[in-house]
């Protein structure tokens, strides 16, 4: 995976916001899990993404029910609830691409692209 150039508003707002005073593990996957969960406002519209390829026929909306998976089962990644057709999924955060989203969410989105992108980790 290619690192991406350091963003210095998003190391200060990760390291401020999401994991500030964060000692371990735990407490970071907290701050995320806490972070995403006040942010991600529905509803979103979106593509599956993996690696180059975007998968567009796979959009997905998520809806006012649906949100972060428990955060017992986020131990290395954040999934996001979502409902594609008739289904619900649990879906990496990471391979979400919003194509309509309001700007808070958005954000909160790409703050944990970039985390992901410059292999930090819990």
Not at 2 to 11: G, I
Not at 97 to 104: F, R, S, T
Request: aromatic share 10%; proline share 4%.
């Amino acid at each position: 995976m290619v690192r991406h150039k350091l963003n210095a508003a998003r190391e200060r707002r990760i390291l401020q916001e999401i994991v500030v005073d964060a000692h371990d593990e735990a407490e970071r996957t907290m701050g995320w899990f806490s972070y995403l969960d006040d942010r991600l406002q529905s509803p979103i519209h979106g593509a599956l993404h993996h690696e180059a390829r975007d998968f567009a026929s796979a959009s997905w909306r998520r809806s006012r029910r649906d949100g972060l998976a428990p955060e017992a089962e986020c131990p290395r990644e954040m999934f996001v609830m979502i409902r594609w057709e008739r289904v619900v999924l649990g879906v990496p955060l990471s391979q979400l691409k919003p194509l309509a989203a309001g700007e808070v969410t958005a954000c909160a989105i790409a703050d944990w692209h970039y985390w992901i992108a410059m292999g930090y980790q819990f």
